[in-house]
Each structure stands twice: as structure tokens, then as C-alpha cells.
């Protein structure tokens, strides 16, 4: 059995429920009284991919503007990111580009899924599932719907993810091997 361990990076706008999802996740609860990120926290959080152990190192990142020259540094050696905004709050969304160019700028070529958090909120959706896919679509990424509340879909994107990164190291070892291969002949 291999064993990985995977940097994630948990970035979005304050209150798209970033902190809610890893809960979710690793704690398997939900508290819906909402606290701010102040900085940065992170959780670990083990799973078995095929015949791979995977620990998942989650680094949830506070989304308000105060903390932007701090954010950056925990980017650093991150394997993968969520990108993620509330499907409640048209702003979130239109915050996905900046949010993107931020991640992209600091550790490129990371693989990322674009989260769209708190569909348990149908009546107060303004962002549609279509929407949200049209613009993973655009980014050349997935795209999944979440909800923290009720655990939909939370389990379900991080394995996609943890997959995804596990595919791509398949891939550059593949790549890798190739290349020593041609040298050496």
C-alpha cells in the first residue's frame, strides 16, 4: 500500500462555509454557529483511495480582505484547492476569478474543484447548478454542490479530489520515467 499525504487549500469569501465543509468532513458534525476563520486553521483527515493510504492535510483559509497578504504563504506546497462560494450570495461567485488568480499566482499547475456550498438553501439560491458547471467548465476544472448542513456531497468532492491529485502524480511519474527512459537511450 502507498502512502501519500496531500496539502489542500480551502479558499473563498467569508461565510461561503469553508470552515463548515472540513468540519463536515473530518468531524463529521455541523455547528450552525458560525465563527470566522481569524487566519488560518487546518485538519488532518485519513482516507483509502484504491490501495492508497491518503492523509489529507485541509488548511482552511479566513476570507476576509484582512487577511490577504497572510493567506499566500500557507498556498506553498499545497497538491490541491477548493474554490468555493455560496450559491446564496451572488457576490461569492463573482468573487471566483479573484480567488482563482490568487491560488494560480502562488502555486500553479495544482489541481482545483469549484465548490458551490449551501444548496440545503434552495429557496434563497441565486447561483444555479448550471451556472456553477459552465464556470468549472471555463477554468478547465470540476465542479460539485455542497451541502454542509446535511453532509451532501462532502465526502463525495474530497475523494474526488484526492483521486484527481493521485491520477496526476500517476501521470508525471509516467512522464517522468519516459523522459530517463529517452535519455538513456
Known amino acids: 500500500m502507498s502512502q501519500f499525504?496531500?496539502?489542500?487549500?480551502?479558499?473563498g469569501d467569508g461565510t461561503v462555509g469553508k470552515t463548515s465543509i472540513i468540519r463536515r468532513f473530518v468531524h463529521e458534525e455541523f455547528n450552525p454557529k458560525y465563527v470566522k476563520t481569524i487566519g488560518v486553521s487546518h485538519a488532518l483527515k485519513r482516507l483509502f483511495i484504491g490501495d492508497n493510504d491518503v492523509t489529507l492535510t485541509i488548511w482552511d483559509t479566513g476570507g476576509q480582505e484582512l487577511f490577504d497578504c497572510v493567506r499566500p504563504q500557507y498556498y506553498r506546497g499545497a497538491s490541491g484547492g477548493f474554490v468555493i462560494f455560496d450559491v446564496t450570495n451572488k457576490d461569492s461567485f463573482d468573487h471566483l476569478d479573484k480567488w482563482f488568480n490568487d491560488l494560480n499566482n502562488q502555486c500553479s499547475g495544482i489541481t482545483i474543484i469549484v465548490i458551490g456550498n449551501k444548496i440545503d438553501l434552495e429557496a434563497d439560491r441565486v447561483i444555479s447548478t448550471e451556472e456553477g458547471e459552465q464556470y468549472a467548465l471555463q477554468k478547465g476544472v470540476k465542479f460539485?454542490?455542497?451541502?454542509a448542513k446535511t453532509g451532501e456531497n462532502v465526502i463525495d468532492v474530497m475523494e474526488e479530489l484526492a483521486k484527481l491529485i493521485l491520477s496526476e502524480r500517476k501521470v508525471k511519474t509516467s512522464e517522468k520515467t519516459k523522459k530517463t527512459v529517452d535519455k538513456a537511450t
Open 5 to 11: 499525504i496531500f496539502k489542500i487549500i480551502a479558499i
Open 144 to 147: 460539485f454542490e455542497t451541502s
